[in-house]
């Protein structure tokens, strides 16, 4: 399986293989970087890099900008650490177990995708009787909620898996406090429950998601929302399923917990594309077995495969890949679709429909 468009391919077997880009010329090797820089993987490319030796070996500009990606990820890395921390401190005394997700996750618990990571908030979940107590906790300790008007605070609080994202008063960091994986209002019948009593404990009274579970909610975040532009995500599912494939009886547990939480279908796109466009090493037992129980009809599998081939390296200017628009545009309606049922999302349309209307000619008198 490729990808369209030429400086995609390129990124995409640079990551394959990092000693490839030896072998570019002087174009293809820009194209890489400047691509590597779009997708957040600049830093995690100099990682691979360095692995074989190879960086001696590439031009001193692009050994800049890759050293400037590494100390950039490596001070975020501090950074989002110590977030960590402040918010295990604030809510150790509440006698709820919180979960690390995505960044903050692979980065407390020493996990592959962490290499090279740049995150910009830190998600935690808590369970959802407790979700009242820890929002109030951590204003108490200094973060403040995002101002909002009524129908946003709706929004998120009635029909979302996430209260209002939160904001230290200092620090300014974005914390996202969950209470699932995936919105409630969407119908996909997640066991929130069996997600906290599964979690794996790391250091300090903090808690990550089980093996399974982190691959769900990583193929979750990716194909039950939006994959344009968003090939890191897939890197992450790469290495968590290179990791996590090596203990016996993995791959089962999966495609059974994918079944309990209602994810099978973004797990089979996760296993489709991680093999076809990374090179991720699934068993073809495990494939068969998920393409058996969740993949889509054949006309369905054909146009996702073009959406997503199209779609998840994010265009390089000046560089326009044919029908690169509309499969950008045709993803966004499909997260939405996903997301919401359809009475749900027309009225939530309407209303974004009238308020970016309203802000336009608002706009306009100024």
Request: proline share 6%; charged share 20%; hydrophobic share 50%.
């Amino acid at each position: 399986m490729t990808v369209n468009g030429a400086p995609a391919a390129v990124l995409l077997n640079s990551l394959r293989d990092p000693a490839s880009v030896t072998c570019l010329g002087a174009e293809a090797l820009d194209d890489v970087v400047h691509a590597a820089g779009q997708h957040s993987l600049l830093a995690r490319l100099e990682h691979d890099l360095a692995g074989p030796g190879v960086l001696p070996d590439l031009p001193e500009a692009a050994r800049r900008q890759l050293a400037c990606a590494r100390i950039r990820a490596q001070a975020n890395a501090v950074t989002l650490r110590f977030e960590i921390d402040r918010v295990r401190r604030a809510l150790a005394g509440l006698g709820t177990r919180v979960l690390l997700l995505k960044g903050g996750a692979y980065l407390w618990a020493g996990l592959p995708p962490a290499r090279g990571r740049f995150s910009v908030d830190l998600d935690i979940m808590v369970p959802r009787a407790d979700i009242g107590r820890v929002e109030r906790t951590l204003i108490e300790q200094g973060w403040r909620a995002v101002e909002m008007n009524s129908y946003d605070q709706h929004y998120y609080r009635d029909w979302m898996h996430e209260i209002p994202p939160l904001v230290h008063g200092e620090r300014g960091i974005a914390l996202d406090v969950h209470h699932s994986i995936f919105p409630p209002v969407s119908g996909i019948a997640i066991d929130s429950e069996a997600l906290l009593a599964d979690a794996t404990p790391v250091d300090d009274g903090l808690w990550v998601l089980s093996p399974a579970d982190m691959v769900l909610h990583a193929a979750t975040h990716l194909f039950q929302e939006n994959p344009a532009g968003h090939l890191r995500d897939l890197i992450d599912l790469h290495d968590l399923l290179t990791l996590f494939g090596q203990t016996p009886g993995f791959w089962e547990h999966l495609t059974a917990r994918a079944r309990r939480h209602g994810l099978g279908r973004p797990l089979y796109y996760s296993l489709r594309y991680a093999t076809g466009l990374i090179g991720t090493a699934v068993p073809a037992a495990a494939m068969q077995r998920a393409a058996a129980a969740f993949a889509p009809n054949a006309v369905q599998l054909r146009v996702m495969d073009w959406l997503v081939r199209t779609a998840i390296v994010a265009a390089s200017p000046g560089r326009a890949v044919r029908g690169g628009a509309l499969a950008r545009s045709l993803l966004f309606v499909r997260s939405h679709w996903i997301k919401m049922p359809p009475a749900t999302l027309l009225g939530h349309s309407v209303v974004k429909f009238a308020r970016s209307l309203w802000a336009r000619r608002a706009a306009g008198k100024a």
